[in-house]
């Protein structure tokens, strides 16, 4: 089954500076990887997803990127804000129907 | 359109009982999966309910299980609950026409303690 894994764990940056967060997953068939972000006692929400016919996607100051070759993907926000502080949880699908594996999550802290 | 809904929010039982969690999909919705979120194991996958069918299913004992109706909304049951079910449980919608993955939308979780 798929597997995925995330880094960093903890991540701290300066407001005003950029952040990046990697995973990998080991199932070479996954096409579909999503990025959700969840605050302090919210629902993980979706702030912006891939499919594996693009390699990068962008929204505002969100952007995703992905390798399919070494498949990894990656969060990249620019211009940090306070309200940016959270957890984010990539995902990637596995098997058949909407099920998905999420990686262990990444703690982002924007100092201001 | 009104978003996924959970009910209860939160809950305490005691170790050998049962309960049951609802949810609501998001209108014209079909496909509703479950998940665990721990602060050890994080976000497990439970199951995955389409039509009213099982379509899919996580790496969890038989004391979990689920059902979902034909309006699409969804529960889930524990029975002969562990402290080590206390978690917060959610659940995602999505439109799921097939095969393909959609969109899911979380809830926002129903919190269970077990004592």
């Known amino acids: 089954g798929e597997n995925v894994e995330q880094h960093p764990s903890t991540l701290s940056v300066q407001e005003g500076d950029s952040a990046v967060i990697k995973c990998t997953y080991s199932?070479?068939?996954?096409?579909?990887f999503p990025w959700y972000k969840q605050e302090l006692g919210k629902r993980p929400q979706l702030i912006i997803d891939?499919?594996?016919?693009?390699g990068e996607k962008k929204d505002q100051r969100i952007a995703v990127t992905l390798n399919k070759t070494a498949k990894h993907f990656s969060l990249h926000i620019t211009e940090t804000q306070p309200e940016d502080s959270a957890v984010y949880f990539c995902?990637?699908?596995?098997?058949?129907?909407?099920?998905?594996?999420f990686g262990a999550g990444t703690i982002l802290r924007v100092k201001s | 359109k009104a978003g996924v809904t959970q009910t209860p929010r939160y809950l305490i039982k005691t170790r050998g009982q049962q309960v049951t969690l609802s949810c609501s999909p998001i209108?014209?919705?079909?496909?509703v999966s479950w998940y665990q979120q721990t602060p050890g194991q994080g976000l497990q996958f439970l199951f995955e309910?389409?039509?009213?069918?099982?379509?899919n299913k996580g790496n969890f004992p038989g004391r979990f299980s689920g059902r979902q109706f034909s309006n699409s909304r969804s529960e889930m049951n524990v029975s002969t609950l562990e402290l080590g079910d206390s978690a917060l449980y959610l659940c995602a919608s999505s439109f799921s026409t097939g095969n393909n993955q959609e969109t899911q939308y979380f809830g926002p979780g129903t919190r269970l303690l077990v004592l």
């Open positions: 209108s014209g919705h079909r496909s």
């Open positions: 891939i499919r594996s016919n693009v």
């Open positions: 309910y389409f039509s009213e069918t099982q379509r």
């Open positions: 995902a990637a699908p596995s098997g058949y129907g909407n099920k998905l594996v």
């Open positions: 199932d070479s068939a996954s096409n579909y």
